[in-house]
């Protein structure tokens, strides 16, 4: 399956965006699926995960209670609300998808997006 982000951007402190990541094929429906993020300088990191059913869902500790993961099945589109955003969060944010594995770990991911640039401003 072929994945395609968008939806990064210029945003103030604070602001929202919402990211999105369409696939290829139906396939996506049997993918879980998950966002990294990779800043300047820094390792790959994971941000939030969620199961091809759309449930359960997994967000890392950093981003917890600000960004959302969700998923629609029907349109081949995962999605990651971001609200409350901060200057440490601006990075190349990529969406990826798993058959299986653990969901925190990018070596678990099969295929990967190309990525797609926050850059939050103070």
């Known amino acids: 399956v072929q994945l395609q982000a968008y939806g990064g951007g210029l945003v103030q402190v604070g602001g929202s965006l919402r990211l999105s990541c369409a696939a290829s094929?139906?396939?996506?429906?049997?993918?879980?699926m998950g966002w990294f993020r990779q800043a300047p300088g820094k390792e790959r990191e994971f941000v939030a995960a969620v199961r091809w059913r759309g449930s359960p869902t997994y967000h890392a500790n950093s981003v917890r209670g600000r960004f959302s993961i969700s998923r629609d099945n029907a349109r081949n589109t995962a999605y990651l609300q971001m609200n409350s955003l901060k200057p440490e969060d601006t990075a190349i944010y990529y969406c990826?998808?798993?058959?299986?594995?653990?969901?925190?770990?990018?070596?678990?991911?099969?295929?990967w997006g190309q990525g797609t640039l926050v850059t939050v401003s103070s």
């Open positions: 094929d139906r396939t996506f429906s049997w993918q879980h």
């Open positions: 990826a998808a798993s058959s299986s594995g653990d969901w925190y770990k990018p070596e678990s991911y099969d295929y």
